[in-house]
């Protein structure tokens, strides 16, 4: 299991996508420190507020599948509406609570790995507590 893996498994995720209001279809995919991946897509809501991002549905995946196995080694990140596509804020910071290490995009030149202390640099955590 690799980033290529889990892109492809992001890409999956991304057809996936509840998204009849913005038109805007995301899927991202998780790779536990375990090696076991978890995917979501964004899901929209009428109500627009209550619209939840492909990240965080793949990290509440996570939290359900295993309570042993939480920590992120990396996430992906893909919509067909852009290139790259990078994680929103409010989704930094739940990948954040989980310790994630790597945040993989993707553009025309292929594969983009940073570092998680570069997209959320003196971020807030639970050792912060
Ligand atoms: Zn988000």
Avoid: W
């Avoid at 899901?43 to 965080?56: H, K, M, P, Q, W």
């Avoid at 990396?74 to 739940?94: D, I």
Wanted: hydrophobic fraction near 40%; include cysteine; charged fraction near 20%.
């Amino acid at each position: 299991m690799d980033r290529q893996d889990a892109m492809a498994a992001a890409r999956s995720a991304a057809s996936n996508a509840y998204a009849p209001y913005s038109n805007f279809h995301v899927g991202a995919a998780i790779l536990t420190e375990g090696g076991r991946l978890y995917t979501g897509c964004n899901v929209e809501n009428a109500s627009y507020g209550l619209a939840i991002c492909a990240e965080r549905n793949a990290a509440a995946a996570m939290a359900l599948s295993n309570p042993d196995d939480r920590n992120i080694r990396l996430v992906a990140v893909h919509s067909p509406n852009a290139a790259p596509c990078f994680p929103c804020g409010a989704c930094r910071q739940v990948l954040r609570e989980f310790g994630c290490k790597e945040v993989v995009v993707e553009d025309e030149d292929g594969l983009r790995s940073y570092p998680f202390d570069e997209i959320l640099p003196n971020s807030f955590g639970p050792e912060s507590l």
